[in-house]
């Protein structure tokens, strides 16, 4: 079988559009009902929608930087090479997820990462893609979305230097 699925194959198949942080996306689910303000931990600065999924598509060579959310959210991987998901979570500890298809390489299909964690990922293969699904709950609204800072990363996190070097 011949493997037709290109970056533009998947652009164009599931209308996605760039992503302010990098690659591309489609938002596919948004609940319509929502928790109110006052049943969220305070760190919410309003209500918000049960949950949400996306697909993103993310292009070797254009890393989805570090940023972090208020909610947490799964990863799912569809389509395309390995991803590797860089986490600093919220006490410093680091680790690395590969999403892909082949468990005996370590592999895993679906990745969660916990609220407040600084995260990015990067395409194993420098010459092709990575599709997958983000599914966040409650669900995402921009204001919970921050872009890291490379200075303040580096300031708090020094022995990490080249992983924050890489996705900021």
């Not at 992503?19 to 929502?34: A, C, D, M, T, V």
């Not at 599709?131 to 919970?144: K, W």
Request: aromatic share 14%; hydrophobic share 30%.
């Amino acid at each position: 079988m011949t493997d037709y699925r290109t970056v533009n194959y998947w652009v164009k198949k599931l209308n996605l559009k760039p992503h302010p942080e990098s690659g591309y996306y489609s938002e596919i689910y948004r609940s319509e009902e929502k928790i109110s303000k006052n049943y969220l931990p305070e760190r919410y600065s309003g209500g918000r929608c049960f949950g949400t999924s996306i697909y993103y598509l993310i292009v070797a060579g254009k890393a989805s930087k570090f940023h972090r959310i208020k909610s947490d959210e799964i990863w799912h991987f569809y389509d395309g090479q390995v991803i590797e998901i860089h986490i600093i979570d919220e006490n410093g500890s680091y680790k690395k997820i590969k999403l892909g298809r082949n468990p005996e390489n370590n592999e895993q299909f679906q990745a969660v990462i916990e609220r407040n964690s600084w995260f990015g990922a990067i395409v194993v293969n420098d010459k092709d893609y990575s599709l997958i699904g983000c599914t966040v709950a409650p669900g995402f609204d921009f204001d919970d979305f921050e872009l890291a800072d490379r200075n303040k990363l580096l300031e708090r996190y020094p022995e990490k230097r080249e992983i924050i070097e890489i996705l900021t």
